[in-house]
T-cell receptor, first 115, second 115 residues
């Protein structure tokens, strides 16, 4: 149980284009979803927290207009990187937790490369 | 505020020998603590968690961790390393329900297992 998927697993795009990453909880209802960014050989940095049906809460220093998060259902959250630039290249990982649940279950990650 | 310190960035062991990955935490209240494992280019998998029940926590794949409040430690151990244990390990503390259970990650410990 508690499986989280992400799609795509890897994406290459041109600078200036937008990219959408999907995060799905496959066998439970995810009232809260989290988006992280991980640079090579570094730890995970929380970008934002989203509760189903509410606006996402962004961490300090994360541009909400650049990283658009939608959490419209209890099984799906999306992260859209708008007008991507090479410095946005990274490994993006989502996680999900159920109502009142402390444990987060992580997706497999999406490798984004912006040329 | 809370923080996590993983005392070793890299640990190298021989197959069949014990594993010890060290973690110290700082928290202003009774924390929940987790260990996650990340294999290359993959998401994070939960190994075990401590939530104020038994101080010795058993996880998957033969790993266990002991919560020591007096030492503010939560070290991860395994009696006998296997080649498949080679991965990055993260010690994590939860911020509690008032903060949507946001996680604070340590910087990670890379475990290398030599044949």
């Amino acid at each position: 149980g508690a499986v989280v998927s992400q799609h795509p697993s890897r994406v290459i795009c041109k600078s200036g284009t937008s990219v959408k990453i999907e995060c799905r909880s496959l066998d439970f209802q995810a009232t809260t979803m989290f988006w992280y960014r991980q640079f090579p050989k570094q730890s995970l940095m929380l970008m934002a927290t989203s509760n189903e049906g509410s606006k996402a809460t962004y961490e300090q220093g994360v541009e909400k207009d650049k990283f658009l998060i939608n959490h419209a259902s209890l099984t799906l959250s999306t992260l859209t990187v708008t007008s991507a630039h090479p410095e946005d290249s990274s490994f993006y990982i989502c996680s999900a937790s159920g109502a009142g649940e402390e444990t987060q279950y992580f997706g497999p990650g999406t490798r984004l490369l912006v040329l | 505020a809370q923080s996590v310190t993983q005392l070793d960035s890299h640990v190298s062991v021989s197959e069949g020998t014990p594993v010890l990955l060290r973690c110290n935490y700082s928290s202003s209240y009774s924390p929940s603590l987790f260990w996650y494992v990340q294999h290359p280019n993959k998401g994070l998998q939960l190994l075990l968690k401590y939530t104020s029940a038994a101080t010795l926590v058993k996880g998957i794949n033969g790993f266990e961790a002991e919560f020591k409040k007096s030492e503010t430690s939560f070290h991860l151990t395994k009696p006998s390393a296997h080649m498949s244990d080679a991965a990055e390990y993260f010690c994590v503390v939860s911020a509690g329900g008032g903060s949507n259970y946001k996680l604070t990650f340590g910087k990670g410990t890379l475990l290398t297992v030599n044949p």
